[in-house]
């Protein structure tokens, strides 16, 4: 296959970069920073849509697969950064790769658990999906918006856009699907402690451990496979029973 992914240097994305690469996949990466095992590095700041569509416009197609991946964390006062990236840049980077996609091609958005309640917040996430990037900062404001819920509402967002495209990616022949992990050992974990509290360590604890970046990367890796061509619009959860488990105890389903 031929695929390309945004954020292949670290964390998930490395791992995804090299277990496609010791496939023997050919692999072009958009990112800041270079990636170990890429076949190609283009360097791209996702913030910028600009940047975005000229580094797309560099790179030849069709691609078989393209792994919209890249995002970056919450931390105290990156609110603004985080929708730039994980959302405006997500979106504007698969609307400028949608043209070099091959027939059957497949688009796999990483996603997060912590999108996992959109339809509880589908109003702020239709207000963002309209949203022109020059009123970033005024909505932002306007919502008392912080970093965490940028964050949260991106990956709504992210899950939301799957769910809603994949009926334009049938008739384009391609298909969609998202996958949603948690709490991930990798050297971003601690960001997510931070923002989220002690919710990550007790989902640890119950599940016995985070997941590692190889176990996610198994799963993003099929979906971006032929052998998954039946998986469309999906949002595939990837977190070691850890969600399982706490709707079991809002349900009370335990006795069962």
Excluded: C
């Excluded at 695929?3 to 496609?20: E, F, M, N, P, S």
């Excluded at 050919?26 to 910028?48: C, I, Q, T």
């Excluded at 000229?54 to 105290?76: E, K, M, Q, S, Y």
């Excluded at 912080?146 to 990956?155: C, P, V």
Aim: charged share 20%; net charge negative.
């Amino acid at each position: 296959m031929r695929v390309a992914i945004t954020g292949g240097a670290r964390g998930i994305g490395a791992a995804v970069v090299a277990r496609l690469n010791a496939a023997g996949h050919a692999v072009k990466a958009f990112d800041l920073a270079e990636p170990a095992d890429a076949e190609r590095w283009v360097e791209v700041d996702l913030a910028d849509p600009a940047l975005i569509t000229a580094a797309v416009a560099g790179v030849d197609g069709p691609f078989d697969a393209l792994i919209n991946n890249a995002g970056i964390p919450p931390r105290v006062g990156n609110a603004e950064a985080v929708l730039r990236v994980n959302w405006f840049g997500f979106r504007h980077m698969l609307n400028a790769m949608l043209p070099k996609l091959a027939p059957g091609a497949a688009s796999v958005n990483t996603a997060s658990r912590a999108g996992a309640y959109w339809a509880d917040h589908l109003d702020e996430v239709r207000a963002l999906h309209t949203l022109a990037l020059d009123d970033l900062l005024a909505f932002i404001a306007e919502r008392g918006i912080d970093a965490t819920r940028a964050y949260n509402l991106s990956k709504e967002a992210v899950i939301v856009m799957t769910l809603a495209r994949t009926e334009e990616m049938l008739t384009r022949g391609l298909r969609m699907n998202a996958g949603s992990p948690a709490a991930v050992e990798t050297e971003i974990l601690d960001d997510f402690v931070a923002a989220f509290g002690d919710r990550v360590h007790q989902n640890m604890a119950r599940a016995g451990r985070a997941g590692t970046a190889e176990e996610v990367a198994n799963v993003i890796t099929f979906l971006a496979s032929p052998e998954s061509h039946w998986i469309k619009g999906q949002d595939i959860t990837v977190d070691g029973g850890m969600s399982a488990l706490s709707v079991t105890e809002q349900l009370g389903l335990k006795q069962w």
